[in-house]
């Protein structure tokens, strides 16, 4: 992505901002591919630290981009926002509480995003040029990116100067306010990054950082306690008006110029916040219930308008400094109910390949669940709710997570080729098909050559799982792509199992398979050999059905009809599971036992008769449970 690097190097996974021109504003790309690379490198041991830096000059970060938050609010679109909103908050959470230490260099401005971008990494190293500031205030909206959380730990009222006012900070005012910990001349910063890239230790940093310069705020803080200990708006700005100083008659004029909502909003979110048991994602939950109405019922809209799309200055807020009603601070801060930010990753846009028997139940489940599902089949097959794309890589263009169900390994791979290249850093690839191993663990690897995962996660189910939500996934891959990918299992499925590495989810699929296979024959010769022996079907069944012979292919899929539970052998035997797909399956497992020389001899009879049914017989398009009526009609010879 042309907007941000990101790369390991050495023992450090490195993420630096390269959108200089723009103050390295950050997107929700940048925002989303931030997330992803702290996932991958979450369980990489040869990460051992985060570091975090950005090109140019004059700023690490000097905020959300916001440009196009404005032309979707502005028509009448608040989801795009919302959207944005829930992923960075939830960026912001991942990076306070990841579990290596992370390491962020903020020089030059550092406002509002690229303080939820570099504010709560563990260790926050300032220069002489950081200038450090939460101004949403004047843009009609409020701290956020977990802001209200470091306003409301800063010492004394300095929070609420510093949020009313959009003050910036030097580095000895970050370090006095607590928005970084440590000094260090820029010129020393190279020297730095490559002694935590060649070591992995971040204890270098205490020992190369130097005393913090003198801090104004510090020095002011004994007056701002004085000035902004008031309960609502009104009394900060008497306190301010009644005060002969230079520090009030400056913070007054900055908070004339702010909106007066958004500072109302702002006072009452850090009385509320400051409390013993603050927790970031408290913070972030409180800040998102502002995001989510701030566009209907707030001056941001406004004042974007005002300082960034016609730059005349001149806002007009909906109230006047005076004069903002406690309801209206209320209602910005009521509970959101359902929309509440619940920091799981429910945005995640889905691309889905192969819309047949099985795919196209599934994505019509993911739809259904508010998933952001687009499709695509060469037979032009679509699904309930997702949105058809006019090809492989227009579906995966774009996606979090691509998943594919396709008819073989040869045509995935295909695929894979196909789409692999357009798909965006940090998405993930999600083979649900039924392939051999050797076709996943070499899409897995070309995936991961390309910089983004793979999962094969074959599933167990058929059919009618596919549509009632309740298929097996048996998944192989990395740790983390699984935990992206466990939602959506969750939806399609009742139970996922993470089998291992590449490879192992179709290797657990063609084990169970090809006990399925042999178990599904052995049943029907018990049957057809009951019929010779005068055995009724129903007194087999009761029998067998709880006792030793027991098996999913008896109990829950009794190929006798008329006995058991409803299964194809009730319907003339119509798939269901085609005795052509278990051929597939049992073909894919000689191939895995010619390949790790596993003895096999049940696998291979069953291969063996599947073929002469399909083949030679008249299995094909039949139900995998029609070799009881084919056993039936046999005699030895
Ligand atoms: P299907 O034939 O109904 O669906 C496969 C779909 O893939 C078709 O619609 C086809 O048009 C599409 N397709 C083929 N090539 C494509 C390409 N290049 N790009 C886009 N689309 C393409 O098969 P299904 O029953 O849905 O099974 C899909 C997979 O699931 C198979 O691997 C199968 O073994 C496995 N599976 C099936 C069942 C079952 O009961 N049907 C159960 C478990 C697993």
């Not at 005393?211 to 009104?234: M, N, R, V, Y």
């Amino acid at each position: 992505m042309p907007d941000i690097h990101i790369r390991t190097e050495g023992r450090a996974g490195r993420i630096t901002l390269t959108r200089p021109k723009a103050l390295n504003a950050l997107t929700w790309e940048m925002c989303r591919a931030v997330e992803a690379a702290l996932d991958r490198w979450r369980d990489d041991d040869r990460v051992a630290l985060v570091l975090i830096d950005a090109e140019g000059e004059k700023a690490f970060c000097a905020g959300g981009d916001i440009a196009e938050m404005y032309r979707t609010g502005k028509a009448g679109d608040f989801d795009y926002g919302r959207a944005f909103w829930r992923d960075e908050y939830r960026m912001n959470a991942k990076l306070a509480e990841y579990p290596k230490p992370v390491i962020a260099f903020l020089h030059g401005f550092v406002m509002g995003g690229g303080v939820g971008l570099g504010g709560h990494a563990a260790h926050r190293i300032v220069c002489d040029s950081t200038r450090m500031s939460m101004p949403e205030c004047s843009i009609g909206f409020v701290p956020d990116v977990g802001g209200s959380a470091l306003l409301a730990r800063a010492p004394g009222r300095l929070g609420e100067y510093l949020g009313l006012t959009a003050a910036r900070m030097g580095p000895g005012d970050a370090i006095h306010a607590g928005f970084a910990d440590h000094y260090l001349p820029e010129a020393d910063w190279d020297g730095l990054k490559a002694a935590l890239v060649a070591s992995g230790d971040a204890g270098q940093i205490a020992r190369a950082a130097r005393p913090a310069p003198a801090s104004d705020l510090a020095a002011a803080q004994h007056g701002i306690d004085q000035l902004f200990g008031g309960e609502a708006l009104l009394d900060v700005v008497n306190l301010l008006r009644a005060e002969d100083s230079a520090l009030a008659a400056t913070a007054l004029a900055a908070m004339e110029r702010n909106a007066p909502l958004s500072m109302a909003v702002t006072l009452e979110m850090l009385h509320r916040l400051r409390s013993p048991s603050l927790t970031l994602r408290k913070a972030l939950e409180m800040e998102y219930r502002v995001s989510h109405r701030i566009m209907l019922h707030g001056d941001f809209l406004e004042g974007i308008r005002a300082a960034i799309i016609d730059k005349d200055k001149t806002p007009r807020w909906r109230h006047a400094l005076e004069t903002v009603p406690a309801v209206d601070v209320s209602r910005m801060l009521m509970p959101l109910g359902p929309d509440k930010l619940d920091f799981r990753e429910t945005n995640m846009q889905i691309g889905f390949i192969g819309l047949g028997n099985m795919g196209a139940p599934m994505a019509a489940n993911l739809a259904a669940a508010g998933y952001a599902v687009t499709g695509f089949d060469v037979a032009g097959t679509t699904a309930p709710g997702v949105t058809s794309a006019d090809s492989a890589r227009a579906a995966a263009e774009g996606a979090d997570i691509v998943i594919t169900m396709l008819p073989n390994g040869d045509i995935l791979r295909a695929v894979a080729d196909d789409i692999l290249p357009v798909m965006r850093p940090g998405a993930v690839l999600l083979d649900c098909s039924t392939v051999d191993v050797a076709s996943a663990r070499e899409v897995a690897a070309r995936a991961e050559a390309a910089g983004l995962a793979a999962l094969d996660a074959p599933v167990s189910g058929g059919v009618g799982g596919a549509a009632a939500g309740t298929l097996t996934f048996m998944v192989g891959g990395p740790e983390d792509a699984f935990a992206k990918a466990d939602p959506l299992f969750e939806i399609m499925g009742q139970k996922a199992v993470h089998c291992g590495p590449a490879g192992n989810g179709q290797a657990a699929k063609i084990c169970n398979n090809m006990i399925l296979g042999a178990t599904m024959i052995v049943t029907c010769e018990a049957f057809a050999l009951a019929d010779k022996l005068g055995l009724s079907r129903q007194a087999m069944f009761d029998v067998v059905s709880t006792s030793s012979g027991y098996s999913w292919s008896m109990n829950a899929y009794c190929p006798a009809p008329g006995v058991g539970p409803a299964s194809p052998a009730d319907n003339g035997y119509k798939p269901g599971f085609a005795a052509d797909l278990m051929l597939k399956d049992l073909r894919l497992a000689a191939q895995a036992a010619e390949a790790a020389d596993a003895d096999t001899p049940l696998g291979t009879a069953a291969l063996e008769l599947y073929r002469r049914f399909v083949e030679e017989e008249d299995g094909a398009g039949r139900d995998f449970s029609a070799m009881l009526p084919r056993l039936e009609k046999r005699t030895r010879n």
